[in-house]
């Protein structure tokens, strides 16, 4: 089972394509040699450019960490230190930036949600409408806790009419769902390598609006996660302040490619759907329900009620003897619900595959 190959269903880290995992065996490069600093520098450009067409320009700087590493050097650089960020958190992702707010001792409001429901954004307008300490507001794209695609075009449009910037967790959508920067006022994003791009774990990234970048100041506490930093030194050589995650770097590149010869991110939406409606009607020919309406999820990540009498282990184990892996559901959705992911190199058979590993188990 070890060295089989294993198609990861849940969200992140990925099955990697074979030339990904080709690209991390390279030779052995120093981060602080001039053919890093190069390789760096193209990837942040690749990472600000898969999506083009915003009127402002955007910068990349990347980190070694996981995702919540993006997230946190986010909102620490860029949330305003007086001033109030307001999050809207319906699950798990959202909630965690509240703590991270609360961690580096800022002034937040948290606009919350039950997990199953959509952004409260009638509560979010009065908000805004009614306290000007709101300087910034934080979202997240795509919820992984439940697989829901927020919609962003409305509170996009919020942060816009009250001149409130956008700071988004896209960990779990960037490269694969559309991101408009200009229409929903981003100012900033954070995404990580080993999601929808097909890295490996160790890179994150925020890409930030370069103005703000170089006329503000950093607003943060921390050394390590302070992207004015990272940017001052990658933009301008390549270089980074600390040491970088460089296999990873390898790889990141080379998926990055890939993501590009094989269409973007339109294209990865629409495999990413297509593999999510195989599966669903797989699950539905077995009485297996969706937990939220299908219209509500995004192309990446689906989430499946158990059914009566079925305990996630049981279904986790047998789907894993067969050479997948499925996740199972976070806090009180943990003995409800299971979750699929549609990410990384999961080819037509694989998915046939396990479809017929569904049918055994549920048939
Ligand atoms: C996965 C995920 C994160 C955290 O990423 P880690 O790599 O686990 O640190 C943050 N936000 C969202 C929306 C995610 O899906």
Redesign the pocket.
């Known amino acids: 089972m070890t060295d089989a190959r294993m198609i990861l269903l849940n ?2 880290p990925v099955t990697l394509t074979d030339r990904v995992r080709k690209a991390m065996s390279r030779a052995d490069w120093c981060h602080r040699e001039p053919e890093f600093a190069a390789l760096s520098k193209d990837v942040n450009r690749r990472l600000a450019n898969l999506y083009p067409g915003s009127r402002r320009e955007f910068a990349a700087v990347s980190m070694t960490g ?3 590493c993006a ?1 946190e050097a986010m909102l620490s650089s860029l949330a305003p230190r007086d001033g109030v960020t307001m999050i809207v958190a319906n699950g798990v ?1 959202g909630e965690r930036m509240a703590g991270m707010l609360d961690a580096q001792g800022k002034r937040s409001i948290c606009v919350q949600s039950e997990w199953l429901e959509p952004m409260a954004l009638a509560e979010v307008e009065k908000h805004l409408e009614e306290e000007p300490a709101i300087a910034a507001v934080a979202a ?1 794209h ?3 806790t439940t697989g829901r695609l927020n919609d962003m075009n409305a509170l996009g449009r919020l942060c816009k009419a009250h001149g409130c910037p956008l700071l988004l ?1 896209a ?2 959508s960037f490269g694969a769902e559309e991101i408009l920067f200009d229409e929903w006022n981003v100012q900033a994003l954070a995404g ?1 390598a080993n ?1 929808c791009l097909h890295g490996v774990p160790g890179i994150c990234f925020v890409i930030v609006d370069r103005e703000v970048l170089e006329r503000s100041q950093s607003q943060a506490n921390s050394v390590y996660l302070d992207v004015f930093r990272y940017f001052k030194t990658q933009d301008d050589d390549g270089y980074s302040p600390f040491t970088q995650a460089v296999q990873a770097a390898f790889a990141l590149q080379e998926a990055l490619i890939e993501l590009e010869e094989s269409g973007g991110w339109r294209e990865r939406r629409s495999r990413y759907r297509s593999i999510a409606h195989s599966i669903q009607d797989t699950a539905a020919s077995h009485r297996v329900d969706t937990l939220l309406a299908p219209q509500e999820y995004s192309s990446v990540l689906w989430s499946y009620v158990l059914p009566e009498g079925v305990a996630y282990p049981e279904l986790h184990d047998s789907l894993k003897r067969e050479g997948f892996v499925i996740y199972a559901g976070q806090g009180h959705l943990g003995s409800r619900i299971f979750r699929i992911a549609h990410m990384g190199d999961i080819r037509d058979s694989d998915v046939e595959r396990f479809q017929a590993a569904l049918t055994s188990f549920f048939g």
């Open positions: 969200p992140g996981s995702g919540t997230v992702y997240v795509h919820e992984t967790d960990v779990s990580t999601k």
